[in-house]
């Protein structure tokens, strides 16, 4: 998923009849399933957690363009050029509009940016890993898009009010993302003997780091039991991976292509399959910024926007003109 | 395939002109997927680019078809080379600064718009109806690279600075869209489009009413760079379809 490791500041769960009447009242408004809005009053360590954690998310879907981005001047027909470009200018709407839900907790999109660039805020590892094919472009659509859905449709009923609200509106673009890129795996998966290759080996290549996306185990995590409680988290870190490894292994054998992982296998008993674990090292190397692409998308980003500090300038100089000149006329 | 080798006839010559720009500076647009100075403007150029890969979509699969050679309009965008290429050479041009990306997308919109106006009356209706849907999107094009223009124009000394130097170095690719060819005299005589010259007035009127709310003088050389429409074009060109044709071109026949 697109939030990963979000803290929270807690150092142990509370109880109801440990909080005050007002955090009291609150968490009982979070257990009867109500809706938190932004004018509403919130506990401190609610509205931080959710700061983190969209501003995680809105993060993951501006870095994500570029590893897709990447493609969009290489795609192979004019049909699959206009295809990846909606999906990519899909991901940028979805970065405003959760930049716009964590603005209602009183952070501005500016501070939000400078976090990002400064390595405070961090962002998917997913997107850290390169696009070396297109079909690195359909497995993007099928792992990383399908695991972002399997956290985004629970999240579309979380607590608070916002992100809710932008979670709806982003899951009905996802599943187009996912079934453009399962249906470019398909197409090569049907293709030449090189065409064919290179779906494998972008299978072999994306799918631990798509394992990884759901973040590593949680169930001894305060955290992840504080989120919990106020309903920004529905799901463990495991039980979703596990709904991922069992709703993907099955389209990968559709596809004829093999899942990476020796140790994967049917079981009849847990009704899902048991599989291997990613290698864990390389995920925390890929969060502290030892990836193979975390300087060069970090610095895309820091380019992108120290380069176009003279274009937003003038934007707010005209605007600031124009308010003066509305004046004057109206004296 | 090359430029002289088969003379096209008139609708496949538009067809291809209007193709072959729609689909370079939707190219270009795209470059700046994930680097534009904001989110709403990554949005804008994507939304931009699409709309042009779509309309792209559109004049190449009317110059296959009418050409009736049996190609696609992937064919036409996938393997044809330089010389066969005929868009101008405006689009062709590197994305420098966003102010010069966007001064690019202000002078083409302003002649693009009154352009497919114009075709919207032309003899053939395969020619109208694509005019029409274009349009729609084309005029929401040039009021948001106008604005743009205007806003960046007067906004501070160095985005005033910026869009100067972007005009000053683009006008000289603005005179190709005016100047008619013999092919353009064919187009025209077939009813299927207006002699390039005929655009000017409007387009001028347009562009410099914009530059002088914008506070941009009007270049006063008025030398045109010209070849593209007709298959010389500058160095840039080559480089844009070794990147946009590499897969149809390593993988000789595959199907994506
Ligand atoms: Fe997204
Ligand atoms: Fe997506």
Known sequence: ?331 | MAGHAVQTAPLVELALRMGDNCLILGHRNSEWCGHSPALEEDIALANMALDLIGQTQLWLGLAAEAEGRGRSADDLAYLRDVPAFRNLLLVEQPNGDFGRTIMRQFLFDSWHLPMLRALQGASDERVAEIAEKASKEVAYHLERSGDLVIRLGDGTEESHRRMQAALDLLWSYAGEMFAGDARDAEIAAAGLAPEPDSLRPVWRSHVEAVLAEATLAVPQNDYAQKGGKSGRHSEHLGFILAEMQFLQRAYPGAAW
């Open chain 1, 1 to 331: 998923m697109y939030a990963q490791l979000v803290k929270t500041d807690a150092a142990r769960l509370r109880t109801l009849d440990e909080m005050d009447p007002q955090e009291r009242a609150f968490q009982e408004r979070i257990d009867a399933g109500e809706k938190i809005e932004p004018k509403e009053w919130m506990p401190e360590g609610y509205r931080k957690t959710l700061v983190r954690q969209i501003s995680q998310h809105a993060h993951s879907e501006i870095v994500g363009q570029l590893p897709e981005g990447n493609w969009i001047t290489r795609a192979p027909t004019l049909e699959r050029k206009a295809i990846l470009l909606a999906k990519v200018q899909d991901e940028a709407g979805h970065g405003l509009y959760l930049y716009c839900a964590a603005e209602t907790l009183g952070i501005s999109r500016d501070e939000m940016y400078a976090q990002l660039h400064s390595g405070k805020a961090k962002y998917s590892s997913i997107f850290n890993y390169p696009t070396l094919s297109w079909a690195d472009i359909g497995a993007i659509g099928w792992l990383v898009d399908g695991a972002a859905i399997m956290n985004q449709v629970p999240l579309q009923r979380c607590s608070y009010g916002p992100y809710a609200r932008a979670m709806v509106r982003i899951c009905k673009e996802e599943s187009f993302h996912q079934r453009q890129g399962f249906h470019i795996m398909s197409v090569l998966a049907k293709g030449s003997d090189a065409q064919k290759a290179m779906a494998q080996d972008a299978l072999d290549r994306w799918w631990w780091p798509s394992l990884m996306m759901f973040g590593p185990s949680d169930d001894a995590s305060v955290h992840s039991a504080q989120s919990m409680a106020w309903n920004i988290k529905q799901d463990s870190n495991d039980a979703l991976r596990q709904k991922f490894v069992d709703q993907t292994v099955p389209q990968a054998r559709f596809l004829g292509l093999t899942v990476p992982d020796p140790d994967l296998a049917w079981n009849e008993e847990k009704g899902g399959f048991d599989f291997g674990q990613p290698d864990w090292d390389e995920f925390y190397a890929v969060i502290a910024g030892n990836g193979p692409c975390n300087r060069e998308r970090l610095q895309a980003r820091k380019d992108a926007w120290d380069e176009g500090a003279w274009f937003r300038e003038g934007l707010s100089a005209h605007a600031r003109k124009k308010a003066d000149r509305r004046m004057a006329q109206a004296a």
